[in-house]
């Protein structure tokens, strides 16, 4: 495992704000921790990346405690933070040298690797100009460079998408499944929930400071599906009214007849409604979006 939470707590005085966590994040995926404002994204990734303590709970950076051990633990990790800030007279390429040089490496190296990742985050242009000129997005993919400086095996980054246009999104989207094909763990949060259709491999959804969810992207699919959408060639009248007496709504169309069937009464629908020669033309899960899943837990557990 790459990232090992386990019964994570944070008290902030009287207030809970992550109570009882627990989630793992394997070697070579990405992984997104989705919540609304409040739920506990980002002091569940402060304390996962040793930048805050835990009121109670373990965490685990490829099997290193990060609070026993943090220069170990935090030597695997690059940090993206929520609203990444720097002094506005440094420069792309003296950002990256001070990141480099925290994470002991050599001019030489820093020099190879960071010509890499502007060219990759289309920041060469911009290398030399001071980041107080940058725009919102361009501070957003300099704190990716920087956070990559080191070549980890772990992502963490909060917000990534924060501040980009829909270029910026795809080129970091992209970025991460670089990563993940080269064997890297990306762990972010969001609220775009396209990019995580895109390209997440698992996700966790946080209410309230509790994880409500946890799972692969076919899991919610199989949690939110339960009917079926079948598609017929029109029946005889009889057999219509035959379904609307079973309680079923067919929506009747040209020579086609349409009916939402649940998931459990698939089957005996079509013992019963397949005969006299009637043609089934598709059976269609019936499926909710991510974004419908999603809010189903946000409107569930409000944050009060």
């Not at 995926?29 to 980002?42: I, M, Q, Y």
Request: glycine content about 8%; proline content about 5%.
């Amino acid at each position: 495992m790459a990232i090992e939470v386990i019964e994570l707590s944070k008290n902030f005085g009287d207030l809970q704000a992550v109570k009882e966590v627990s989630f793992v994040v394997e070697k070579g995926e990405v992984f997104s921790l989705l919540g609304p404002n409040g739920a506990g994204k980002t002091t569940t990734m402060r304390i996962i990346t040793g930048y805050m303590p835990p009121t109670k709970g373990k965490v685990y950076i490829s099997d290193v405690d990060i609070f026993e051990d943090p220069l170990i633990a935090k030597s695997h990790i690059g940090y993206l933070p929520e609203n990444p800030s720097y002094f506005g007279f440094l420069t792309a390429w003296e950002l990256l040298e001070f990141h480099g040089k925290i994470h002991g490496m050599s001019a030489g190296p820093i020099r190879e690797r960071g010509e890499e990742l502007l060219a990759m985050l289309k920041l060469i242009h911009a290398a030399h100009g001071q980041v107080r000129t940058y725009s919102k997005g361009m501070v957003q993919r300099v704190g990716i460079a920087a956070a990559l400086i080191h070549d980890p095996r772990i992502l963490i980054f909060d917000e990534p998408m924060s501040g980009l246009d829909p270029p910026g999104r795809k080129l970091v989207a992209d970025l991460m499944l670089e990563m993940r094909d080269r064997g890297k763990v990306v762990f972010f949060s969001t609220h775009i929930l396209h990019d995580v259709e895109v390209i997440c491999d698992r996700i966790g959804i946080i209410t309230d400071g509790e994880l409500q969810f946890c799972g692969t992207l076919p899991d919610v699919i199989s949690e939110s599906f339960d009917s079926y959408e079948v598609l017929l060639r029109r029946a005889e009248q009889e057999q219509v009214a035959a379904m609307e007496q079973d309680g079923y709504a067919p929506v009747i169309f040209e020579d086609k007849i349409k009916v939402g069937v649940p998931k459990g009464d698939l089957f005996a629908f079509l013992a019963s409604f397949m005969q006299n020669d009637m043609e089934l033309i598709s059976i269609e899960p019936k499926r909710f979006s991510l974004e419908d899943f999603f809010m189903g837990f946000v409107t569930t557990h409000p944050k009060e």
